[in-house]
């Protein structure tokens, strides 16, 4: 079984909304989650955007992924490990 590392499939931009500081005003950056970094999540098969919740809100009944037909859990490690990397966190404004 291959390892996994983040980012996974998932897709890591420069934070715009914040200009990559992670912060707006006093607040942490609600685009980025402070981090300086937008995390764009993917199918963990495919690799496309074009997913969704199956409850239309949360992750907490899973995804679906509107290109390949591919269905997941919110623990599984394709997901899960969609995060931005600790060495990217580091660096963050």
Known sequence: ????????????TPCEPCERTGRQGKRACSTCRGTGYALWRVCPS????????????????????????????ADYPGWTIQRVPNELLAKAG
């Not at 074009?50 to 679906?64: A, F, I, K, L, Q």
């Open 1 to 12: 079984m291959a390892v996994l590392t983040e980012p996974g499939l998932a897709i890591i």
């Open 46 to 73: 495919c690799a496309s955007q074009n997913w969704s919740y199956h409850n239309g809100r949360t992750e907490v009944d899973g995804m679906s992924c509107d290109s390949c037909g591919a269905n997941w859990a």
